[in-house]
């Protein structure tokens, strides 16, 4: 069973900067797309940002320019850099992959951005 844990979550002012780490296990990292998807109060998941096994990256529009998504096959972690930040970008951020038509999240990590 493939384990995602998402780490470095937290509260943080208008216009600062939070990194999300996400561990994966029992996977071979290096082979499959990651993402991060966030889900705000009283909304539905969206995507936030994706990367594929070769480093190609996908945002969206609501983060571009602020987010970067990167990986780490070495050390089987994605990291999500949030700078920027907005408190519309308050929301519990969740890691994710696909494989064998499964699809697999983390727990989620809490992002406050408020004054």
């Known amino acids: 069973q493939v384990q995602l844990v998402e780490s470095g979550g937290g509260l943080v002012q208008p216009g600062g900067s939070l990194r999300l780490s996400c561990a994966a296990s029992?996977?071979?990292?290096?082979?499959?797309?990651m993402g991060w998807y966030r889900q705000a109060p009283g909304k539905q998941r969206e995507l936030v940002a994706t990367?594929?096994?070769?480093?190609?990256?996908n945002y969206a529009d609501s983060v571009k320019g602020r987010f970067t998504i990167s990986r780490d096959n070495a050390k089987n972690t994605v990291y999500l850099q949030m700078n920027s930040l907005k408190p519309e970008d308050t929301a519990v951020y969740y890691c994710?992959?696909?494989?064998?038509?499964?699809?697999?999240w983390g727990q989620g990590t809490q992002v406050t951005v408020s004054s």
């Open positions: 029992r996977i071979i990292f290096s082979r499959y797309t």
């Open positions: 990367i594929t096994t070769y480093g190609s990256t």
């Open positions: 994710y992959t696909h494989l064998l038509n499964t699809d697999y």
